[in-house]
C-alpha cells in the first residue's frame, strides 16, 4: 500500500514540535481541504504539527477529489471493509509522522470532517496506543457492533455536527455518541442548530478547546 502524504502546518512556535495533530478531510476532497485548520488551531498549540494527508483511493463518483472508502454502495458491510482498508492505511502514516518528527507513541491527536470523522473514529478507537483525543465532525460510527469486541482504547472523543446537515442526518452522531457511551468512552458532543454539513466558528472552538485539554498534561511537565 503506497505511503500517504499531504500538506502540513506547523509548529508556529518555529520551535521542535511536541505533538501532532492529524486532519482527516471528506469524501470528493483532499488534504488541502482541512489543513486551513492548522493556523487556526495552532493559537491553542503554537507547539504541534498539523497534517492532512490525502485519502488513498482517488474518489470513484467524480474526475477529481479523493476518498477514504467507496460510497457506491451503503451496505453496511460494505462500507465496513472500506473504513478497515482505510485504516491500515491511516495507521501506516500516523506511526510514519511519530517517527519523522520523533515523537512518542502518544503524542498526537485525529480529527476528520465527515467520511474522514469516520475514518478517525473507526482508527483511533483501535490503535494500540490510544491518541489523545479524536475530533469527529458531522460524521458516523462505521461498524458499531464490532467496536466491543475490537476497542483498544478509550480516548476522549468530541462530537460535532449540525442539526440541519442534509448529508450526514445529525441522528449519525447522535447514534454514535450513544455507542461510545455504552463503552464507557468518554465522549463530548456539540449539536448545532441550523448548520448544515459544515463547520462553523463554534466548532473550530470547541475542537481547539478539546484538543489544547487533552494535551494539557504535557504542557504541566514541561
Keep these: 500500500m503506497a505511503m500517504l502524504d499531504g500538506p502540513r502546518f506547523g509548529p508556529a512556535s518555529g520551535e521542535a514540535p511536541k505533538r501532532l495533530v492529524v486532519l482527516c478531510h471528506g469524501v470528493g476532497a483532499d488534504g ?10 495552532s493559537r491553542a498549540m503554537p507547539d504541534a504539527v498539523f497534517v492532512s494527508p490525502h485519502a488513498p483511493e482517488p474518489y470513484d463518483m467524480a474526475p477529481i477529489g479523493r476518498q477514504w472508502f467507496s460510497i457506491g454502495n451503503l451496505d453496511p458491510a460494505t462500507l465496513g471493509n472500506g473504513v478497515r482498508r482505510a485504516r491500515a492505511a491511516l495507521d501506516g502514516f500516523i506511526d510514519a509522522e511519530l517517527a ?10 485525529l480529527a476528520g470532517f465527515s467520511q474522514g470523522a469516520m475514518t478517525v473514529l473507526f482508527t ?3 490503535r494500540t496506543t490510544k491518541p489523545r483525543a479524536i475530533v469527529a465532525y458531522s460524521g458516523a460510527l462505521i461498524a458499531p457492533e464490532s467496536l466491543g469486541a475490537e476497542l483498544a482504547g478509550r480516548p476522549p472523543v468530541l462530537l460535532v455536527h449540525g442539526e440541519a446537515d442534509e448529508v450526514v442526518p445529525v441522528s449519525r452522531s447522535r447514534d454514535a455518541e450513544t455507542v461510545l457511551r455504552a463503552n464507557e468512552v468518554p465522549v463530548q458532543s456539540l449539536y448545532v442548530p441550523k448548520l448544515g454539513h459544515g463547520i462553523d466558528e463554534s466548532g473550530l472552538s470547541a475542537g ?7 494535551f494539557a498534561s504535557d504542557a504541566l511537565a514541561s
Design 100 to 109: 519523522r518528527l520523533g515523537l512518542p507513541d502518544d503524542a498526537y491527536a
Design 208 to 214: 481547539a478547546l478539546f484538543l489544547q485539554r487533552a
Design 32 to 41: 488541502n481541504d482541512l489543513i486551513d485548520l492548522g493556523p487556526y488551531w
Design 124 to 126: 483511533g478507537l483501535r
